[in-house]
T-cell receptor
């Protein structure tokens, strides 16, 4: 079964601290992509970071990094130096490809609250 | 920076009415998607669209739903005979490598 699992419904972190949001995935595909999206209270979905299944180096984008452990099928998001504006819902997603097209499936999300 | 735009941002409709949700994907993207998110719940895949046809659809995407690319820029989701349980945030996305989402249309069926 192709599935994304986020086991942390909610997380708290102190401002300026680092936080790790967990994501595990399940697929038998060899080629896939892993993504993290941020959804603030306003509702939009903001792309944060992408990791391809063949990428050997962990992806980084500013304060975001993706801790990709292929053997363990995990793709955790690390946010360094948390800011109050990081408070939001975070979704892990997997892109699968079949017959030349793509499909994204999402986890249930983790609500992050950054404390002042 | 290019972005996916959706209109309207909020739509209220009476049960049984038809609604059309509009999206303008990023211009050089080839893949288009509709997702929905019922309040407080997960993001659910509805349909993907490539090369002017549906490439995959979920079990949610039944005969009540249809998608269209009426011209070179717009991508629409039509929901016929809306039900209360269709109330949700509907996201359009387009992708080349990574998918970029629009800001969503909040549909409220009353």
């Amino acid at each position: 079964a192709q599935k994304i699992t986020q086991t942390q419904p909610g997380m708290f972190v102190q401002e300026k601290e680092a936080v790790t949001l967990d994501c595990t995935y399940d697929t038998s595909d060899q080629s896939y992509g892993l993504f993290w999206y941020k959804q603030p209270s306003s509702g939009e979905m903001i792309f944060l970071i992408y990791q391809g299944s063949y990428d050997e180096q962990n992806a980084t984008e500013g304060r975001y990094s993706l801790n990709f452990q292929k053997a363990r099928k995990s793709a955790n998001l690390v946010i360094s130096a948390s800011q109050l504006g990081d408070s939001a819902m975070y979704f892990c997603a997997m892109r699968l490809s079949a017959s030349g097209t793509y499909k994204y499936i999402f986890g249930t999300g983790t609500r992050l609250k950054v404390l002042a | 920076e290019p972005e996916v735009t959706q209109t309207p941002s909020h739509q209220v409709t009476q049960m049984g009415q038809e609604v059309i949700l509009r999206c303008v994907p990023i211009s050089n993207h080839l893949y288009f998607y509709w997702y929905r998110q019922i309040l407080g719940q997960k993001v659910e895949f509805l349909v993907s669209f490539y090369n002017n046809e549906i490439s995959e659809k979920s079990e949610i995407f039944d005969d009540q739903f249809s998608v269209e690319r009426p011209d070179g820029s717009n991508f629409t989701l039509k929901i016929r005979s809306t039900k209360l349980e269709d109330s949700a945030m509907y996201f359009c996305a387009s992708s080349h490598t990574e998918a970029f989402f629009g800001q969503g249309t909040r549909l409220t069926v009353v």
